[in-house]
Protein backbone atom coordinates (compact mmCIF):
# COMPACT_ATOMS: atom_id res chain seq x y z
CA UNK A 1 0.00 0.00 0.00
CA UNK A 2 2.61 2.40 0.96
CA UNK A 3 5.03 2.89 -1.49
CA UNK A 4 7.49 6.04 0.22
CA UNK A 5 7.02 8.71 2.63
CA UNK A 6 9.00 11.98 2.61
CA UNK A 7 9.62 14.03 5.98
CA UNK A 8 10.40 17.71 4.95
CA UNK A 9 13.67 19.03 7.10
CA UNK A 10 14.77 22.43 7.79
CA UNK A 11 18.28 21.63 7.31
CA UNK A 12 19.09 18.90 4.62
CA UNK A 13 22.72 18.59 5.06
CA UNK A 14 21.93 17.90 9.14
CA UNK A 15 19.22 15.20 8.37
CA UNK A 16 21.68 13.50 5.59
CA UNK A 17 24.33 13.06 8.04
CA UNK A 18 21.94 11.86 10.75
CA UNK A 19 20.19 9.39 8.43
CA UNK A 20 23.12 7.96 6.95
CA UNK A 21 24.17 6.74 10.04
CA UNK A 22 21.36 5.56 11.96
CA UNK A 23 19.89 4.21 8.78
CA UNK A 24 23.24 2.36 7.47
CA UNK A 25 22.65 0.40 11.01
CA UNK A 26 19.64 -1.05 9.74
CA UNK A 27 21.90 -1.44 6.29
CA UNK A 28 19.59 1.21 4.36
CA UNK A 29 21.52 4.10 2.14
CA UNK A 30 21.08 7.13 0.08
CA UNK A 31 19.95 5.91 -3.19
CA UNK A 32 18.82 8.55 -5.02
CA UNK A 33 20.42 12.47 -4.19
CA UNK A 34 18.93 15.42 -5.82
CA UNK A 35 21.24 18.15 -3.49
CA UNK A 36 18.05 19.02 -1.51
CA UNK A 37 15.92 16.06 -1.40
CA UNK A 38 17.09 12.50 -1.35
CA UNK A 39 15.73 8.92 -0.62
CA UNK A 40 16.50 5.68 1.11
CA UNK A 41 16.15 1.76 0.85
CA UNK A 42 18.20 -1.26 0.19
CA UNK A 43 16.63 -1.75 -3.75
CA UNK A 44 14.69 1.27 -3.98
CA UNK A 45 14.05 4.89 -2.27
CA UNK A 46 11.23 4.25 0.47
CA UNK A 47 11.67 7.22 2.75
CA UNK A 48 12.96 10.36 1.70
CA UNK A 49 13.93 13.68 3.22
CA UNK A 50 13.57 17.09 1.44
CA UNK A 51 14.21 20.19 2.21
CA UNK A 52 11.17 22.68 3.58
CA UNK A 53 11.71 25.84 5.55
CA UNK A 54 7.69 26.26 6.17
CA UNK A 55 6.76 26.34 9.50
CA UNK A 56 4.29 23.20 9.64
CA UNK A 57 6.10 21.43 6.70
CA UNK A 58 3.52 19.05 4.69
CA UNK A 59 4.39 15.38 4.69
CA UNK A 60 4.77 13.27 1.69
CA UNK A 61 2.96 10.15 1.13
CA UNK A 62 2.98 8.16 -1.94
CA UNK A 63 0.50 5.02 -2.62
CA UNK A 64 0.99 1.72 -4.61
CA UNK A 65 -1.19 1.71 -7.71
CA UNK A 66 -1.65 -1.47 -9.59
CA UNK A 67 -1.66 -0.03 -13.51
CA UNK A 68 -1.26 3.70 -14.78
CA UNK A 69 -5.38 4.13 -15.07
CA UNK A 70 -5.56 3.56 -11.42
CA UNK A 71 -3.13 6.68 -11.11
CA UNK A 72 -5.24 8.45 -13.68
CA UNK A 73 -8.60 8.00 -11.65
CA UNK A 74 -6.91 9.02 -8.53
CA UNK A 75 -5.69 12.31 -9.75
CA UNK A 76 -9.37 12.52 -11.54
CA UNK A 77 -11.59 11.51 -8.30
CA UNK A 78 -8.99 13.41 -5.86
CA UNK A 79 -10.11 16.94 -8.05
CA UNK A 80 -13.67 15.82 -7.88
CA UNK A 81 -13.50 15.77 -4.21
CA UNK A 82 -11.77 19.29 -4.13
CA UNK A 83 -7.82 18.65 -3.70
CA UNK A 84 -5.60 20.36 -5.66
CA UNK A 85 -3.40 19.45 -7.98
CA UNK A 86 0.13 19.35 -7.51
CA UNK A 87 1.50 17.28 -10.34
CA UNK A 88 -0.66 15.53 -13.24
CA UNK A 89 -0.41 11.97 -14.28
CA UNK A 90 2.83 11.32 -16.07
CA UNK A 91 6.27 9.71 -16.56
CA UNK A 92 9.07 11.13 -13.91
CA UNK A 93 11.69 9.84 -15.59
CA UNK A 94 14.20 11.57 -13.68
CA UNK A 95 13.41 8.66 -10.71
CA UNK A 96 13.08 5.91 -13.15
CA UNK A 97 11.98 5.17 -16.95
CA UNK A 98 8.86 3.71 -15.77
CA UNK A 99 7.74 5.98 -13.04
CA UNK A 100 4.05 7.20 -13.44
CA UNK A 101 2.78 9.18 -10.58
CA UNK A 102 0.53 12.16 -9.84
CA UNK A 103 0.54 14.24 -6.81
CA UNK A 104 -2.59 16.49 -5.41
CA UNK A 105 -2.44 18.18 -2.26
CA UNK A 106 -5.36 16.66 0.50
CA UNK A 107 -7.80 19.13 2.75
CA UNK A 108 -4.81 19.41 5.62
CA UNK A 109 -2.28 20.63 3.10
CA UNK A 110 -0.03 17.55 2.51
CA UNK A 111 1.36 15.79 -0.41
CA UNK A 112 -0.59 12.99 -1.42
CA UNK A 113 0.50 10.85 -4.37
CA UNK A 114 -0.25 7.32 -6.44
CA UNK A 115 2.64 5.98 -7.99
CA UNK A 116 3.25 3.29 -10.97
CA UNK A 117 6.45 1.56 -11.55
CA UNK A 118 5.41 -0.43 -14.62
CA UNK A 119 5.27 -0.06 -18.22
Not at 5 to 22: P, Q
Not at 88 to 106: K, S, T
Request: charged letters at 25%; one cysteine or more.
Amino acid sequence: MIDHVMLRVRDFAASKRFYDAVLETLGYRMLMDFGDRGGYGDRKPYFWIGTSQEPHPRTHLAFMAKDRAAVDAFHAKALELGAKSDGAPGLRPHYHPNYYGAFVIDPDGHNIEAVCHTA
